[in-house]
């Protein structure tokens, strides 16, 4: 056993310091990716007031989706849709365009970087006639900073710098605050209608993994002429929020195992095991080298001959 210890602990040393230095190498890059298998629903709820109607509430439904087969390594590609509508008549998902509770429905196309989040050029990712989009679309990136991203706004037509307001917290949850403000004029509202848009976004971000806690959102679209088109109010629904908080934990205390716990285990046990291992080793071939051989036996006397 004496002659096996040292190998052993030499073999488990190496080894965990080994997955401590994957853990801090290669696991960020492969861990801190958009899931290929993200698919998601999220709720929203609000106020919103048509054509200078009173303002009556509103529900959404925010898909995001990738399609893996033309994602890869490095993009993905995302198939999304948003879906408000009147809530009236117990609704519980998107509604067909002849439904007069519809609101509005749209759905886009596009692929972004899958740790940086930002969108990416089109380049075969997407059908040729799919619009080029620009800046983040629906998650921040991987270790947000405190500064100002862009932003895509599809009523704008281009990203939209939002800016970084300051730290809050969300059910116990660190989370950076963005806005952006837009109000821009001649713009296509809704169908063949064009005017001037002024909306507000705020994103409640957590910071490490980049996703959207909470999203709180102002619209006023106004036609030539000064008519109101629509004055919209939106978030994301206190359920949904709550799972958002519930999910970041999640993966917070994935990456914190994977990146911290894991190296800090592996270097700290590793290197000592590793070290007594050796030195094991080192003495027991030294008192090998140093314990003296024994003696030959010694011959029996040989009986003398006889006179």
């Known amino acids: 056993m004496r002659k096996v210890l040292p190998g052993l602990l030499i073999g488990l040393g190496a080894f965990l310091v080994a997955v401590a230095i994957v853990a801090l190498t290669w696991v960020p890059g492969h861990v801190e990716r958009t899931p290929l298998d993200t698919d998601n629903v999220t709720a929203l709820s609000g106020e919103a007031a048509v054509l200078g109607a009173p303002a009556g509430p509103v529900l959404g439904w925010s898909t995001n ?23 009236e008549g117990g609704i519980d998902g998107c509604v067909p365009g002849s439904d007069k509770r519809l609101l509005s429905a749209e759905t886009a196309l596009f692929a972004t970087d899958r740790h940086t989040a930002m969108t990416v050029d089109n380049d075969g ?44 917290e969300i ?5 950076y605050t963005y806005e952006y403000n837009a109000d821009v004029d001649g713009v296509t509202l ?65 990456l914190t195992l994977m990146e911290r716990t894991v190296p800090i285990v592996g270097l700290a046990v590793g290197i000592p095991v590793l070290l007594v291992g050796g030195v094991l080793l080192v003495l027991g071939r030294r008192k090998g080298k140093d314990t003296p051989s024994s003696p030959p036996a010694s011959a029996e006397p040989k009986q003398p001959v006889g006179v």
């Open 125 to 168: 990712f997407v059908p040729e006639d799919t619009p080029q989009q620009e800046g983040l679309q629906n998650k921040w990136p991987f270790d947000a900073q405190k500064k100002t991203y862009p932003v895509w706004d599809d009523i704008v037509g281009e990203a939209v710098d939002a800016e970084y307001q300051g730290e809050d």
């Open 65 to 87: 989706a990738i399609d893996a087969d033309a994602s890869t390594d490095d993009v993905a590609v995302w198939v999304t849709s948003l879906c408000v509508v009147h809530d």
């Open 171 to 175: 059910d116990g949850l660190t989370v």
């Open 190 to 254: 809704v169908g063949d209608i064009s005017g001037r848009y002024v909306a507000t976004y705020t994103f409640y971000i957590e910071p490490r993994t980049g996703s959207i806690i909470n999203q709180v959102v102002h619209q006023e679209r106004i036609a030539n002429g000064d008519d109101t088109v629509l004055e919209l109010d939106l978030a994301f629904t206190d359920d949904q929020v709550a799972t958002n908080v519930d999910d970041a934990n999640e993966a917070l205390a994935t």
